[in-house]
């Protein structure tokens, strides 16, 4: 093995014309070995979702020889399909990170060599719009370059299939096994900028997008009158963590009314090194520093931050003492969910096959307050993807009405012109709630009590352990192997009263009975307790990690922060067992 790492390394050092960031990565991994096992002992892995790494030298690398091998792969799959299909072309977005626009270009001339048209955006862009542009311009896929909330070392590639979600797996499998068909990175072939660009076979989209993508957000408002008597005054801060967001939000946010915000300076400038913050990620405290600063000096009710590609949104609430409580991604979504029901019930507008879409670890507090509007939910696999797939569904069987969508982890999607996570359209709407509570002489925060008062008090908790390294991988099948072969039976003195393995889509109960899951496989467990409480664990699919989901729900705030604390110790001691097993 590390012979053959060795080999790969000199096979690199040895090519002409490399990039000096490239260069100067080999040269800093010249006497240590480990850093060469870690970029050359394997391939960066490319499933339904992209691929994600760490930028580098490497073929477990994000660079511009991995990067053209994934557009080789997608074109290589595109010439298999009818003339007319392929001419539609490819939609390429890009986010502020270092060697975005690179990536994306030279995705570009990988797919121009084989003649296929691309359009690409003249400047960094957020993921929600790559996805409307793919259903605007009719293109047959989409390439977004983005490592979304990622630190700053990492970068991705992701693709989009042409309903403008991201490629389903039978698209997806097919184009991972030719990409790594194309095994020589150095030998994958491109065409010119210059030539693509004279022959308009690569053209630049940018302000006429821009324009047909406001035009839909525009309609994501419900109570504009409240907007003009409440939003435009409502004062309120506004970061989009040195990414996409600065393009684009605040366009949106005037065209709809809301004149009263202000940005946070540093981090309106688009910068890949993230200065302000290390992890450039809305469900983190330490993302809203620098926006509680401002918040307190201009009295804000409210601070709201995208991240980098603007997928995903999260918020903060001004207290009575005048700090700020950052709300979950469940807490945002409950919210939004509550206030698009109660508005669509108080307008007659509530339609009787109404459902909202939600992933399999994602607050069962949607579920209760969507149920007491008659309103149905559909669980689906973690991953944005498999919500498009549900609005793919019912736009053609037309079963059921799309309302809401969204995952714990701080992604949405309110209306379905886009087919992703929408920080945008996320921004205006939350934008807009505030301002119903405001109304009201009182804060989102308010809203989220009046809920648990209501439905439940919840509370959940994502606890993920970290397994870098080549043997990471065998690591975290170990844990999930581990709690195959010994099913758990309790958690924290409760019984287990079904678990399911998404894997092999059997659902069991207490008494042993079996049923199917109508699902994808996926590897993924879920135990429900008999308090109500739930855990799942899944690995990651763009980081080294498990991730054990955790939801307790109680008749009181302390006694479910009590409940949620037992619950994490217990839930400690079986990780670390699992782990040292």
């Known amino acids: 093995m590390k012979d053959t790492i060795k080999e790969a390394y000199q096979q690199w050092v040895q090519q002409p014309n490399l990039p000096a960031d490239i260069l100067l990565n080999l040269d800093q991994m010249k006497t240590d070995s480990n850093q060469q096992e870690d970029a050359f002992g394997t391939f960066l892995s490319?499933?339904?979702?992209?691929?994600?790494?760490?930028?580098?030298?490497?073929?477990?690398?994000?660079?511009?020889?991995?990067?053209?091998?994934?557009?080789?792969?997608?074109?290589?799959?595109?010439?298999?399909?009818?003339?007319?299909?392929?001419?539609?072309?490819?939609?390429?977005?890009?986010?502020?990170?270092?060697?975005?626009?690179?990536?994306?270009?030279?995705?570009?001339?990988?797919?121009?060599?084989?003649?296929?048209?691309?359009?690409?955006?003249?400047?960094?862009?957020?993921?929600?719009?790559?996805?409307?542009?793919?259903?605007?311009?009719?293109?047959?896929?989409?390439?977004?370059?983005?490592?979304?909330?990622?630190?700053?070392?990492?970068?991705?590639?992701?693709?989009?299939?042409?309903?403008?979600?991201?490629?389903p797996p039978k698209e997806s499998d097919l184009i991972t096994s030719y990409i790594r068909k194309n095994s020589d990175l150095f030998a994958i072939k491109v065409t010119p900028e210059q030539e693509l660009r004279e022959a308009k076979t690569m053209n630049l989209i940018g302000e006429d997008v821009d324009q047909a993508y406001l035009a839909k957000v525009k309609t994501v408002n419900i109570d504009l009158d409240l907007i003009k008597k409440v939003g435009a005054n409502m004062k309120f801060v506004y970061?989009?963590?040195?990414?996409?967001?600065?393009?684009?939000?605040?366009?949106?946010?005037?065209?709809?009314?809301?004149?009263?915000?202000?940005?946070?300076?540093?981090?309106?400038?688009?910068?890949?090194?993230?200065?302000?913050?290390?992890?450039?990620?809305?469900?983190?405290?330490?993302?809203?520093?620098?926006?509680?600063?401002?918040?307190?000096?201009?009295?804000?009710?409210?601070?709201?931050?995208?991240?980098p590609d603007a997928d995903r949104l999260g918020c903060a609430v001004r207290q009575p003492d005048g700090n700020y409580q950052l709300l979950s991604g469940n807490q945002i979504a409950s919210v939004l969910l509550n206030y698009i029901l109660t508005a669509k019930k108080n307008a007659g507008d509530l339609p009787a096959d109404g459902t909202i879409v939600k992933s399999i670890v994602s607050t069962d507090l949607a579920v209760k307050i969507a149920a007491s509007f008659g309103v149905a939910t559909n669980n689906v696999l973690t991953g944005f993807k498999f919500i498009a797939e549900a609005i793919h569904h019912y736009e053609t069987e037309h079963d059921h009405t799309f309302l809401f969508g969204f995952e714990e982890s701080f992604g949405y999607l309110i209306k379905p012109f886009v087919r992703d996570k929408d920080a945008i359209q996320t921004v205006l709407l939350l934008a807009e709630v505030a301002a119903y509570y405001k109304n009201q002489g009182k804060t989102l925060y308010d809203g989220v009590q009046e809920m648990f008062q209501k439905y439940g008090y919840y509370a959940e908790k994502t606890i993920a352990k970290e397994f870098d390294g080549l043997d990471g991988k065998d690591k975290m099948a170990h844990i999930l192997a581990e709690l195959r072969d010994n099913p758990l039976t309790e958690i924290n003195g409760h019984k287990v009263i079904s678990h399911a393995d998404y894997q092999s889509s059997i659902l069991t109960d207490q008494d042993g009975k079996t049923s199917t899951i109508n699902l994808p496989k996926s590897n993924v467990l879920k135990y429900w307790l008999d308090d109500e409480t739930w855990v799942a664990v899944r690995p990651s699919g763009t980081e080294p990690k498990v991730k054990f989901y955790l939801e307790v729900v109680d008749k009181s705030q302390k006694a479910v922060d009590a409940k949620l604390n037992s619950y994490v110790d217990e839930l400690d001691k079986l990780i670390n067992k699992l782990i040292n097993n």
């Open 46 to 167: 490319f499933g339904t979702a992209g691929m994600r790494g760490i930028l580098g030298a490497g073929t477990n690398r994000m660079n511009i020889f991995t990067v053209r091998q994934a557009a080789e792969g997608l074109a290589s799959f595109m010439d298999t399909l009818d003339e007319a299909t392929r001419k539609r072309g490819v939609a390429i977005s890009f986010d502020s990170r270092y060697h975005s626009k690179e990536f994306a270009h030279e995705s570009a001339k990988v797919l121009g060599y084989h003649h296929i048209p691309t359009f690409v955006f003249d400047d960094i862009r957020p993921t929600p719009e790559l996805s409307f542009a793919v259903r605007h311009l009719h293109t047959y896929a989409g390439i977004m370059i983005t490592a979304s909330h990622n630190p700053k070392q990492y970068n991705g590639f992701k693709i989009y299939g042409e309903d403008g979600g991201q490629m």
């Open 239 to 307: 970061t989009p963590l040195h990414g996409t967001g600065k393009v684009i939000a605040r366009r949106a946010l005037e065209a709809a009314g809301f004149k009263n915000y202000v940005v946070v300076p540093e981090q309106t400038i688009a910068d890949p090194e993230f200065p302000t913050t290390p992890f450039p990620n809305p469900e983190f405290p330490q993302a809203f520093d620098l926006a509680k600063e401002l918040g307190k000096k201009v009295a804000a009710d409210v601070l709201i931050a995208s991240d």
